[in-house]
């Protein structure tokens, strides 16, 4: 049985178990005052092309989302967020739990635009209802689709001139920058987000996400948030090490790239068979839509997620590559697909 359930079945690439073996018995600070987290956060500012921002390093994407939300909002404040967004559907209501009403945005392809935010601000006039002061999205979105560059310039614009806070969530960041269709690169990022966080645990880290804080105003005391809700690790060091291995060289995007192009091998594959697709997707997510008795064959084979019925005789699969999807686990499922 071989699973394309997700992009985290697997532990960590070897480089960054290496690394922290060679470091393990070296003493260093804690709490993420340490050389290795200092180091990589250097080498991250360099990446991005700014010394004026901000980087933390915390364990996952649901504490990196409620952390950097609710630190960023005033009380009465909201998120806005596509209906299909991790925040709103996969995070057991951490944003609400925090006292910000997520608002949802009805979308057809994962992702957000000026005219979606244009109607949540004309349904929130004033202070009879919450203010929508923060757009979520993420890179690649739920659906595996991506932000092109003038996609993000048009939101960005449309979030100054309207006072909103512009997030990304980047827990497949790497795929989505690495994606044949891609137009955007970390200084893009920078230049058009408040913040946005570079996911490290489905991208070969054995866990960590590197939150980037571009907008001044959103800097200030932030690690006490971190501590404050438990997300300031004492072994800080080994979220540090991490992304000093995945950023010493092009680590972080060959293992991305690596796993798209086991998606893309599936793609065309699946496309040549004559079936489609949920969504138009270039990263290490595809949604085929298939029929329910070839879904039900391949199932005896293969492990994957369901994601929603079409019809009476054919429902959509998610199936998810990973830097560590052998292309022979590829190459079989396309001979049984073939056969069926
Ligand atoms: C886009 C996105 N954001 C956030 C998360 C949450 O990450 P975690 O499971 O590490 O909390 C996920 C996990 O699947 C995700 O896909």
């Not at 138009?280 to 369901?306: E, H, V």
């Amino acid at each position: 049985m071989y699973s394309f359930t997700n992009d985290y079945s697997e532990g960590a690439h070897p480089r960054i178990l290496n690394a922290l073996m060679e470091s393990n018995l070296k003493q260093a600070d804690g709490y993420g005052e340490d050389r290795y987290s200092r180091q990589a956060m250097e080498v991250l500012k360099k990446r991005i092309g700014r010394n004026d921002i901000d980087i933390h390093f915390l364990s996952g994407g649901t504490q990196t989302n409620l952390i950097a939300i609710s630190a960023f909002l005033r009380p009465h404040e909201a998120a806005i967020a596509a209906n299909t967004g991790h925040i709103l559907g996969h995070e057991t209501g951490a944003i609400e739990a925090t006292g910000h009403k997520v608002i949802s945005v009805e979308v057809s392809d994962g992702k957000l635009n000026p005219s979606h935010l244009q109607a949540v601000l004309k349904d929130h006039p004033d202070e009879h209802m919450v203010k929508p002061k923060l757009v979520y999205i993420s890179d690649s979105t739920e659906l595996g689709t991506i932000y092109s560059k003038s996609e993000l310039e048009h939101l960005s614009k449309f979030c100054k001139e309207n006072k909103l806070f512009l997030y990304m969530d980047g827990a497949r960041l790497g795929s989505a920058l690495s994606s044949r269709e891609n137009d955007l690169d970390l200084s893009d990022l920078a230049t058009y987000l408040d913040a946005f966080y570079i996911g490290g645990t489905k991208n070969g880290a054995l866990l960590g996400e590197a939150l980037v804080i571009c907008r001044d105003s959103l800097k200030e005391d932030f690690r006490y948030s971190l501590k404050q809700k438990g997300a300031l690790l004492a072994k800080g060091r080994l979220l540090g090490i991490q992304f000093l291995e995945l950023f010493r060289d092009n680590l972080y995007f060959d293992l991305a790239s690596h796993a798209n192009k086991m998606a893309s091998l599936l793609r065309e594959a699946i496309t040549q068979a004559g079936l489609g697709f949920l969504s138009d997707s270039s990263t290490n997510q595809i949604f085929p839509i298939l029929p329910n008795s070839l879904i039900a064959d391949l199932k005896a084979g293969y492990s994957f997620s369901f994601w929603k019925k079409i019809d009476s005789d054919h429902s959509a699969i998610r199936l998810v590559t990973s830097w560590a999807t052998p292309e022979e686990a590829v190459s079989s499922f396309i001979t049984k697909l073939n056969n069926q």
